[in-house]
């Protein structure tokens, strides 16, 4: 910008500060955006829903959720006090069976002279002792988890297969190695090899389902004193 002063020949130019301008499109480019911002709507996201309860499970509050699922400590401890149960049933049976025998007279030439109906009487008795074991087992792992009972159930027998298996597998290496079976006076059974394998295959797959469908519902009725007790709370 030019600028003339009186009594002065030259001609004075000052120059305007750049500064401003940069300035003013600072403020012009902060407005737009600030226009911009006012114009711009957020939509809140919608509140987290907890899931349905399942169909006769009581409904949970949320807090609670984080306590919920597979507890493995309580899985195990159920598993001890079942195998500890089987031990004490069996030994129960043992010396009813001893003692029934010593009163009726019954001798081991008699169960030889009925191999069937001894067999599936031992089956029998062997059956409902670990199915009434793994009941007690899966009962006191859902009362420790308090939670999720038919889990706590399944637990207890999914230990007990995977502690079978593994001992089973230990027993077959050992006998490869030092022939353990071979050294065992077995009792003669005038029963056909096909028929005991047989038989031992169905008593297999017997042992497996209702011991596991004992644990699941004594998960569940573990459970079911927890409910009633927050139910009068």
Do not use: C
Not at 19 to 38: L, V
Not at 107 to 116: E, R
Not at 165 to 179: C, E, F, I, P, R
Not at 180 to 190: F, K, Q, S
């Amino acid at each position: 910008m030019s600028q003339q002063y009186p009594g002065d020949t030259a001609t004075a130019t000052i120059a305007t500060p750049a500064g401003d301008a940069s300035t003013q499109k600072y403020e012009e480019a902060r407005a737009a955006a600030s226009r911009a911002m006012s114009t711009i709507s957020v939509t809140p996201d919608p509140p987290l829903r907890t899931p349905p309860a399942l169909p006769g499970e009581d409904e949970v509050d949320a807090d609670l959720l984080s306590y919920r699922g597979f507890k493995f400590g309580a899985a195990f401890f159920g598993w001890l006090i079942a195998v500890s149960m089987s031990v004490l049933l069996m030994a129960a049976v043992a010396g009813a069976a001893l003692g029934t025998a010593e009163v009726l007279d019954y001798t081991t030439s008699d169960a030889k002279a009925q191999p069937g109906a001894a067999s599936i009487t031992a089956a029998g008795v062997t059956l409902f002792m670990l199915t009434l074991a793994f009941y007690i087992g899966g009962y006191v792992a859902g009362r420790l988890a308090r939670f999720d009972g038919g889990r706590q159930g399944f637990g207890v027998w999914m230990i007990a297969v995977v502690v079978g298996a593994l001992a089973g597998g230990a027993g077959w290496l050992l006998d490869n190695q030092y022939g353990l079976v071979d050294e065992i006076n077995r009792p003669d059974v005038a029963i056909a090899d096909n028929t005991l394998l047989l038989g031992s295959i169905a008593a297999t797959a017997a042992v497996l389902v209702l011991t596991l469908l004992a644990a699941v519902v004594g998960g569940k009725s573990g459970r079911r004193y927890h409910d009633r007790i927050d139910q009068l709370l």
